[in-house]
């Protein structure tokens, strides 16, 4: 009986490490802090655990500042109907998300709408703007 117990408690130590693995998008994005920008993508990483894309967006004093967002993971993106194709470099787009806790110029990217008026969800489930 004890070897029993003990090799429970073992299987739910070690289903429970995925779990523990995860982070939550609140952690590393500020709820309070949304952004709203519009830019050039630059580049598109379309890999796990989430995927990014960089976006060259123009200051008010005429610099340009390359932003990071965070998407959701590859493939609750595909089975949304997003693919790997749908934003590419060139693409011009707005943003909308929520901007890292750190101050750095990485953000969430929850939605993207392209100049023909396309949008796209891409944020992680469950993490929406308010």
Do not use: C
């Not at 408690?9 to 994005?29: K, N």
Request: charge should be positive.
């Amino acid at each position: 009986m004890r070897s029993r117990i003990i090799a429970w408690l073992g299987m739910l130590v070690v289903s429970g490490v995925p779990l523990l693995a995860h982070h939550s998008a609140v952690a590393e994005y500020d709820l309070e802090k949304p952004v709203k920008m519009s830019g050039t993508v630059t580049r598109v990483e379309w890999s796990n655990p989430h995927i990014w894309f960089y976006v060259d967006v123009k200051n008010p004093d005429g610099t340009i500042t390359n932003w990071g967002f965070s998407g959701g993971a590859p493939g609750v993106l595909q089975r949304r109907g997003i693919s790997r194709t749908a934003m590419k470099p060139g693409d011009v787009v707005k943003v909308e998300g929520f901007r890292a806790k750190d101050g750095s110029t990485n953000g969430s990217g929850n939605t993207v709408t392209f100049e023909d008026g396309r949008r796209v969800f891409t944020a992680m489930e469950g993490f929406q703007q308010k």
